[in-house]
């Protein structure tokens, strides 16, 4: 009889985070989960997937999925992402991703996956017609991030209670069967973990949830940047002061220009007299950070082979490790394999 094979890897740390292709990629993506991840590549080894499965879990237009995940691919490599070093690949690619869901959710009870904010914003009568993926789906993430022993996730806040149920999880799974899985953490960037949406400050910036005039897409050209942060929902107040308990519009404007020009909010609130003052310094920071993005993206959307051929590769290296750590998995609960 052979043992459970444990962990004992002492690899560098190992980052992995995932965007679902539902719609154009805005600055909440860029700031809450793209750059923490880029900024980090060439310190921790590297893992994006495209979560194209978690967008069938909505209603969706089969050829639009596959649109977006080509569009948000070429994004993830003009915004820096470096294909020699990370890996990046669509999730659908690696069969690994639901095998490892299947196992998982027989280590996850229904009240678990029931609690989860996400499904729990549905009525109960609107839960009756939601698909069962919708409630599942959050298993579906933590076989992501376990299938990579990855130790840290790069998410936006909204990702916070997910990221616990993965560590649960994982913890339970180990406990149960013997040492299979790396326990992951969320990481979150210091400012701007949760971009609010420029026309309503009390609600996410989302690819579909939010409205298009208060969502900075990151391919809106400067005129069309420029008019939505001008028009961003402030309040009656006149000075500038970071408080957002109270102010949560001018707070979220104060956070956006912080990840932009790396100084902290309550700094950068001291040096601008006026709500039109600060928001030409955020509409001329976000045009700033997104220039080259977009100069970038132009160009290699005229090679469309380029980005398909780095997926392809991508999958290729994830596969190894997903392979071990089903096999591990798979073990470890009482499979034959
Ligand atoms: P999604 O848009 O759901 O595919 O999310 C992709 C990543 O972007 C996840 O890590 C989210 O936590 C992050 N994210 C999405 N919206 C925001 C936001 N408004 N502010 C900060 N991070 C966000």
């Known amino acids: ?125 609107q839960q009756q017609h939601v698909r069962l993926s919708l409630l599942t789906y959050p298993v579906l993430m933590t076989a992501d991030i376990l299938l990579h022993d990855a130790e840290e996730v790069p998410v936006g806040e909204d990702q916070s209670q997910h990221l616990e149920l993965a560590r649960d999880v994982a913890v339970r799974f180990n406990s149960r069967y013997g040492e299979t899985f790396t326990v992951p953490r969320a990481v979150h960037p210091e400012v701007a973990t949760r971009v609010m949406e420029l026309s309503d400050p009390t609600s996410k910036m989302g690819k579909t949830t939010s409205s298009d005039a208060g969502t900075i897409f990151l391919l809106d050209p400067p005129e069309v940047i420029r008019r939505k ?69 132009a160009e290699l959307t005229r090679d469309p082979g380029f980005v398909r051929r780095v997926l392809a590769e991508g999958a290729e290296r994830a596969r190894d490790n997903a392979t071990d750590t089903v096999h591990r998995a798979k073990r470890a609960i009482g499979l034959l394999t």
């Open 1 to 125: 009889m052979t043992a459970t094979p444990t962990l004992t890897r002492t690899l560098p740390k190992r980052r992995l985070t995932g965007l679902k292709p539902t719609g154009h990629l805005h600055l909440g993506n860029l700031l809450g989960a793209i750059r923490p991840v880029v900024d980090a590549q060439y310190q921790a080894e590297t893992i994006v997937f495209l979560a194209d499965l978690h967008a069938l879990t909505v209603a969706h237009e089969p050829a639009r999925v596959r649109e977006l995940t080509l569009e948000q691919a070429t994004m993830l490599l003009a915004a820096g992402l470096d294909p020699d070093r990370a890996m990046l690949y669509v999730q659908s690619q690696l069969p690994e991703h639901t095998e490892l869901h299947f196992l998982l959710e027989c280590a996850t009870g229904v009240g678990e996956a029931q609690r989860m904010i996400q499904f729990k914003e549905k009525s109960p009568a």
């Open 229 to 297: 942060v001008m028009r961003a929902v402030t309040d009656s107040g006149r000075s500038v002061e970071y408080t957002p308990q109270t102010r949560p519009g001018v707070a979220n404007l104060l956070e956006i220009l912080s990840a932009c020009v790396d100084a902290p909010p309550d700094t950068l609130a001291a040096e601008y007299a006026t709500y039109s003052k600060l928001k030409r310094a955020v509409a001329e920071a976000v045009e700033g950070l997104l220039r080259p993005i977009q100069l970038r993206h």
